[in-house]
């Protein structure tokens, strides 16, 4: 991929309209009821018998926060109860003891991320053996490409906790900031100091983990150029090997938390593309590489060496260079991509509970993709992860005559050909430097159940921008 980008304000007022972000193709408002325990475990049977397996990664889904932040979308419980971890825990301990049985034991686990709500709502203790557990059911890898990472929220981490966490194995850390400036941080309901959060950055590399992430979201309310200058200084001198730069989405209807952001104190579209200019400008300055959708890293990170190589993946993670692993989600609401399949765990505690309770694994949605499924699951990996498609390859592999089958595609690609985001050439389609920041507009071209009626009342996805 072109490691350039090229800011054009016009363009992306212009392509600035709701998208999937691509974690999976197909999106999950495609997973359905019919699928589930059974089809799970079927998909996991065939999984196992490839003659050379793929490995595992786990996600484990931790919900717990103490206090709510406005802006969040994520799927959490809010409580002070400590208590209430321990219930959570001895579930999870059984849910993955089942789904670790459906894999056969040769098949090895590269890499686990704790993600939430806040996973450090677990002590270090009870993290310690949460991974205890994991390895009893599950064979850990123990090469040096093995992946351990958690989500940190810095103001509930005694730097000293650090040290216990790189015993219990984990190497990777993410940090959610958002944003350092004051009112800002009193807006969205999150208040963290920069001393806090550099305590944490520092514990991580005193330690040896391999990387650390900073999240920040520009479009928050009262966010503005300047403040978030501030930031970003502040930031680019904590040299964090990752940034991720995400635009805040405001979806009230869907996410009831967000109901107490005073919409007014929202900066406006040309505000927000003043802020993502910033960020662009002032992480790039720094020496990151700009990795594609809201992700940055120094040229030496892992993320980076492996776009260069061409062996970046995207999933529900975010991105990865772990693509040859079939992904096992525990915990509440958890999403699993086990070969062709996809399926999510119960998306509310008390029903999660109930199907463990009853000795089952909690799977309440999914699907089977089908062949046209995996050939554009394919491809949208491709232009997310690369920034291109190779047209011979996917013929080769799928069978197809690409412009032809692919024919409603690319006429729904010409104005962005004509826009100068995307090159179609004879052996490849190429996103340029000034389509970089709208790859989900380019992908979006390529999926088919897009083409079908939405209910416009309850929007789905966050906006490109």
């Known amino acids: 991929m072109d490691s350039t980008l090229d800011f054009d304000a016009d363009l992306l007022r212009r392509y600035d309209r709701p998208g999937p ?4 193709y197909p999106t999950a408002p495609q997973f359905h009821a019919g699928f589930g325990e059974r089809e799970f475990r079927q998909a996991a049977a ?30 959490r419980v809010i409580t002070r109860d ?8 001895a579930r999870l301990y059984r849910e993955i003891a089942l789904a ?65 966490l790189a015993a219990c194995g984990f190497n990777r850390a993410s940090l959610g900031v ?9 807006a969205v309901n999150r ?27 520009y479009g928050l309310p009262k966010q503005t150029v300047a403040g978030f200058d501030r930031t970003l200084d502040t930031v680019v001198d904590m040299r964090p090997d990752r940034v991720a730069v995400y635009g805040y989405a405001h979806l009230p209807t869907l996410f009831k938390p967000q109901r107490r952001i005073d919409a007014f104190a929202l900066p406006d579209a040309e505000a927000r593309l003043a802020l993502l200019r910033q960020a662009i400008a002032r992480l790039t ?21 492996a776009q260069s190589h061409g062996g970046l993946h995207r999933n529900f993670m975010g991105y990865t260079t772990h693509a040859d692993s079939d992904l096992v989600g525990v915990g509440v609401s958890a999403i699993s991509h086990v070969a062709d399949t996809f399926c999510q765990n119960a998306r509310d505690l008390p029903t999660w509970e109930a199907m463990l309770d009853a000795g089952r694994l909690p799977v309440f949605r999914g699907m089977r993709m089908d062949e046209d499924d995996r050939l554009r699951a394919s491809l949208i990996q491709s232009l997310m992860c690369q920034g291109e498609v190779g047209i011979d390859e996917i013929e080769r592999r799928f069978h197809i005559d690409f412009r ?62």
């Open 21 to 24: 972000r691509y974690t999976s």
């Open 46 to 75: 065939s999984s196992n018998g490839d003659p050379i397996p793929r490995r595992l990664s786990l996600y484990v889904h931790v919900p717990f926060c103490e206090s709510p932040c406005f802006y969040c979308g994520c799927n």
């Open 82 to 89: 400590k208590a209430r971890a321990d219930g959570y825990l």
């Open 100 to 164: 670790a049985e459906m894999f056969d034991r040769d098949r090895e686990l590269i890499q686990v991320h704790f993600g939430g709500g806040t996973p450090n709502f677990l002590s270090p203790a009870q993290l310690q053996e949460t991974i205890d557990t994991i390895g009893t059911h599950f064979r850990m890898a123990q090469g040096p490409d093995r992946d351990i990472s958690i989500e940190l929220d810095p103001r509930h981490v005694d730097p000293r906790d650090i040290a216990h």
């Open 178 to 186: 958002q944003d350092f400036d004051h009112d800002v941080q009193v």
């Open 191 to 217: 208040v963290q100091s920069v001393e806090e959060t550099r305590a944490v950055v520092d514990a991580c590399r005193a330690e040896g983990f391999r990387s650390v992430n900073i999240d920040l979201i």
């Open 285 to 305: 300055q720094a020496g990151y590489v700009y990795i594609g959708m809201d992700h940055f890293a120094l040229p030496d990170d892992e993320l980076a060496v």
């Open 404 to 465: 032809t089958y692919f024919g409603d595609a690319l006429a729904r690609l010409t104005p962005l050909v004509e826009d100068g985001l995307v090159r179609i050439e004879r052996h490849r389609i190429a996103v340029t430097a000034r389509g970089r920041l709208l790859l989900r507009n380019v992908a979006m071209c390529f999926d088919r159940y897009l083409d079908a009626p939405a209910d416009v009342a309850t929007p789905r996805f966050s906006r490109a921008i």
